[in-house]
């Protein structure tokens, strides 16, 4: 009986795990991943359980198409499990009671023809196995159905011989009953459901109680982390199947696996352990928090949240975690930081956060929101593919501006614009430079596109008043051809007093004399210089001095956090009032909120840009 329960249970949850391995893998296939990027995704799938491993081989029909692996070749042929999954038949071994294999063939669907021309619908693939060891055995929900019905009979029997009056009344319905409705709960394979049966008869209350009890816990296994006590990822897929309007975070926490490996298991299921209590305490309802495996976990907000205090939370939960000391081994303290992706609307929350959270983890933001642009560059992940798409966004005239207001701090009136850089494809959808800005220096095409961008913002605003601030780097400085470039065009230009050339290198002033001769050149078209995300690499007054520059802009980092971190506050106050000493205009860049503004505004920042005044847009207004 055990054995035929193990090989129940495991036949499901392995098709079930194998569906999800393809499903993932087909997904990649369909973005048009190579064979690393497959072989990349099977190495972290093998990571989220290392009890748990996966393994794929291609059939002869898919070798004759895209090449043979020696592995694939010499498992079909000396494997007899391979053999048949091969041939279309699922195998499931289970040896000694104490683990499970199973081979499962992935066969052919109509989307699959369109790669793979040399096979039919339902030709096998080929072959996903998968092994892991049985820790517990949980007796299913039909084992206790039938053991239950068993003793009902038996029990029936024997009151029926202890009472023959009034049988029909008294024992056959209220059976009949209870056994309906277990047959119910067979039929629906709905764990929640309980029995309710409304008799007089104490023992069958009392059977009714002990099932439900049993239920409770089957439940609870169900839906559960056993380690954190949280809700699961299944418990989570349920409540998004619903298809509300929801707010959805993973949350990752960063290098985890190093604290394993120092620490050893024990001690980083404790530190999950607590840290999953935390969340649980700045979090405003603990019943909305998962744990989706290992060391993740999740947050779901229901749709009434501003999308904005969701995203500001996010950094919120981030900051805490990031000044909390947790404990580990009852001796050890740790520091821990997370990365976190945010997702939001009724459809693909969780695919589409996991794809922000990647995103944030390959570019080192602490959080980032889904957009369609992350979807684009996955698609467009691999560098050929972002090359040709550069190229061809190039000789096709889609790289432009996006304009985002800068507005006087007194008076909110727009004053000036930045102008921004972005790929516009075929459908109107816009790629912010993030996804392949560092690609085009690798294939030197940044000098291009950098004459793009000043060419296009000085014809923009060649009939307008505004100020607009172009990006440009130290590299570009350096550049001789665009160097010339861009004095030629001021040498051409009736619109110089409102340019505006914004310095965006980080790293500090490593060529200074460039960098002045290039200041002083401009400025003698009366051009104007602004230093980007000051409070980072620019962060140095004695610079600022020498390079008399006309405009200084707070890096976002510091005024997001302004209205709650004495630190950024004093900060920024510090940075203003130096520039006003030396006759420097401030900027703050981020200013998301209205508490944000004010705070500015009282700390005498002259210019605010942010989301709160207005998004980039390709029109100037």
């Not at 080929?126 to 007796?139: D, Q």
């Not at 009902?152 to 029997?157: D, H, P, Q």
Request: glycine letters at 4%; proline letters at 2%.
């Amino acid at each position: 009986m055990k054995r035929e329960a193990i090989s129940e249970i495991a036949h499901l949850d392995a098709k079930k795990t194998s569906g999800l391995v393809f499903e993932t893998l087909y997904t990649a296939m369909q973005k048009g991943w190579t064979r690393d990027d497959i072989n990349e995704i099977i190495t972290r799938l093998n990571g989220v359980d290392k009890s748990m491993k996966i393994n794929v081989y291609r059939s002869s029909l898919v070798s004759e198409l895209y090449g043979e692996i020696e592995k694939d070749k010499y498992t079909r042929e000396n494997l007899p499990e391979v053999k048949k999954a091969i041939l279309g038949a699922e195998t499931l071994n289970i040896y000694d009671n104490s683990s499970i294999n199973y081979f499962y063939p992935v066969k052919a669907k109509n989307d699959c023809l369109r790669c793979h021309t040399n096979v039919k619908v339902n030709d096998t693939l080929g072959v996903i196995n998968i092994s892991y060891p049985i820790r517990e055995l949980k007796i299913s929900l039909s084992f206790i159905i039938n053991f239950f019905i068993v003793f009902i009979t038996v029990f029936s029997l024997i009151i029926f011989l202890a009472i023959f009056l009034n049988l029909d009344k008294y024992i056959i319905q209220p059976i009949k009953d209870f056994s309906n409705v277990i047959k119910e709960i067979t039929n629906s394979q709905d764990m929640k459901q309980r029995i309710e049966v409304n008799d007089k008869i104490e023992e069958m209350d009392s059977i009714k109680g002990v099932f439900n009890s049993m239920l409770d816990s089957i439940e609870h296994q169900f839906y559960n982390d056993s380690l954190t006590n949280l809700k699961n990822r299944r418990s989570l897929i349920e409540e998004l199947e619903r298809k509300n309007n929801l707010a959805l975070m993973i949350i990752n926490i960063d290098s985890f696996q190093e604290i394993n490996d120092l620490y050893g298991d024990e001690a980083g299921d404790e530190l999950l352990i607590e840290f999953s209590k935390y969340l649980q305490q700045i979090t405003p309802n603990k019943d909305y928090i998962y744990r989706l495996h290992a060391d993740e976990f999740a947050y779901l907000c229901a749709a009434d949240v501003d999308i904005k205090e969701f995203i500001n939370y996010a950094a919120l939960i981030s900051e805490r975690i990031t000044k909390k000391s947790f404990t580990i081994s009852s001796k050890s303290e740790v520091n821990l930081s997370v990365t976190i992706g945010l997702s939001y609307g009724t459809d693909l929350l969780l695919a589409n956060a996991d794809t922000a959270l990647m995103v944030a983890k390959k570019t080192r933001k602490n959080y980032l929101v889904y957009d369609d642009s992350m979807a684009m560059s996955k698609e467009y992940e691999k560098n050929f593919l972002w090359n040709k798409h550069l190229k061809q966004a190039i000789e096709e005239d889609r790289i432009i501006p996006v304009f985002q207001p800068i507005v006087d701090c007194k008076t909110k009136e727009i004053i000036k614009y930045e102008s921004l850089m972005r790929i516009k494809n075929e459908d109107g959808t816009l790629i912010a430079p993030i996804h392949f800005l560092e690609l085009a220096k690798k294939n030197k095409m940044y000098p291009k596109l950098t004459k793009i961008m000043i060419n296009k913002t000085f014809e923009a605003f060649k009939e307008t008043d505004k100020q607009v601030s172009i990006n440009i780097s130290v590299e570009d400085i350096l550049n001789e051809d665009i160097y010339e470039y861009i004095m030629d065009k001021l040498g051409k230009c009736k619109i110089n007093s409102n340019i505006v050339f914004e310095i965006i290198e980080s790293e500090g002033i490593e060529n200074f004399d460039e960098v002045f001769k290039f200041i002083n050149d401009i400025k003698s078209f009366n051009a104007k210089v602004s230093i980007d995300d000051f409070g980072t690499g620019y962060s140095n007054f004695e610079y600022l001095m020498k390079l008399q520059v006309d405009y200084i802009k707070i890096d976002g980092s510091m005024i997001k956090n302004i209205d709650v971190d004495k630190n950024s506050m004093m900060i920024t106050q510090t940075i203003v009032e130096f520039a006003k000493k030396m006759g420097i205009q401030t900027i703050a860049e981020f200013v998301y909120s209205k508490e944000v503004y004010e705070k500015t505004l009282e700390l005498g920042v002259d210019y605010a840009q942010g989301y709160y005044f207005g998004e980039p847009k390709e029109s100037i207004e």
